[in-house]
């Protein structure tokens, strides 16, 4: 076996880096594994070193070093070079969520990550979600999920605030996102969506958020679809209406405690595919990059992506 490593030395406000340092000195004295690496430069790389490596005849896996964002774009990378037969490709998180690596079950311990690829004897086959968006003409895939709304707005204030890098630097993202989420939660509007799944239709006038999952997890260890797995052949799409401030209030309470599926104002809908339609302009986000503020009508599927690492037992 033959790894190829793909590092984000920014990921994580520079954990990229260290983490790919503690990982390039055990295996340097390991001369029985045999291993190159490649540093992506700048927003998007990830995506091109992937297709590279996946024309290379002399790999057997991709394993990425970075967030989610990165792991994210190099798998796009990979299915977009459309190989006969698909790449591996395996993870060792160094981001600030690490939100698929809990979705998976990966240590976030970067020598731990790598001994699950190192000892793994079979390739996992996980479900990835794809969409096309006939609004823009767009299709991508996501690894985590693909929110509108409410958490969408908050990964966009989230982004575009100045003390971002600091406060990651400084440990402190958490705080900002919270102080971010409840400025959104009195601010953000609601808006119209109209759900099809298999058979039924609804239609939601009022909506605040909807987050379609492919994992449990979003932002960072909440639990949006608790039932979700990656390697299930589904995807779990919910949906909460602003209607009185006490129960918004309440439903947001129930998202950060991770138990809003449990609640009486959620909407849940599950499928290997989903369409739904959302008017007026909406924040959006996929695996925490924003496709910008627009109409979106959507149809979510699923698709398949096969790991070379051995998951952690939840
Ligand atoms: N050298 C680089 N400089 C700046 N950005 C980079 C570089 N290499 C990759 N990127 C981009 O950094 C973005 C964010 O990476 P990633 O999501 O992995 O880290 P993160 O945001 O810190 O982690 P998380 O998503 O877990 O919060 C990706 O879009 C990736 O393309």
Redesign the pocket.
């Known amino acids: 076996m033959k790894y190829l490593f793909l590092v984000?030395?920014?990921?994580?406000?520079g954990k990229?880096k260290l983490v790919w340092q503690q990982v390039n000195s055990f295996l340097a004295a390991k001369f029985s594994i045999r291993f190159d690496h490649v540093?992506?430069?700048?927003?998007?790389?990830?995506r091109e070193l992937a297709m590279q490596a996946a024309q290379r005849t002399d790999l057997d896996c991709l394993v990425v070093v970075?967030?989610?964002?990165?792991?994210h774009?190099a798998i796009t990378g990979l299915m977009e070079s459309q190989q006969e037969k698909p790449f591996l490709v395996a993870y060792i998180p160094a981001?600030?969520?690490?939100?698929f690596a809990r979705g998976y079950g990966i240590s976030t311990k970067p020598l731990q990550a790598l001994q699950q690829i190192l000892t793994n004897q079979h390739a996992h086959v996980i479900n990835i979600g794809h969409y096309h968006d006939a609004c823009r003409q767009q299709s991508g895939i996501f690894i985590n999920n693909f929110g509108i709304g409410f958490d969408a707005a908050i990964v966009h204030a989230t982004n575009n605030s100045r003390a971002k890098d600091f406060l990651?630097h400084h440990h402190l993202g958490t705080f900002s996102y919270i102080f971010k989420a409840i400025h959104v939660l009195f601010t953000q509007p609601a808006f119209q969506v109209q759900v099809k799944a298999g058979k039924q239709t609804r239609c939601f006038d009022r909506a605040f958020l909807l987050v379609a999952s492919n994992h449990p997890y979003i932002g960072g260890g909440m639990r949006i679809a608790p039932d979700q797995r990656v390697d299930q052949k589904q995807l779990e799409l919910v949906v909460v209406e602003k209607r009185h401030w006490p129960i918004l209030l309440w439903s947001m309470l129930m998202f950060a405690s991770s138990r809003l599926t449990s609640s009486h104002y959620a909407h849940l809908f599950r499928g290997q595919q989903l369409h739904y339609r959302i008017t007026p302009a909406q924040y959006g986000q996929i695996d925490?990059?924003e496709p910008g503020k627009h109409t979106f009508d959507l149809k979510l599927e699923c698709r398949s992506y096969p790991f070379w690492q051995q998951p952690k037992m939840h």
């Open positions: 984000n030395p920014c990921a994580g406000g990229g540093v992506s430069q700048y927003a998007g790389h990830p970075g967030g989610d964002g990165t792991l774009e981001g600030t969520s690490n939100d990651n925490g990059e």
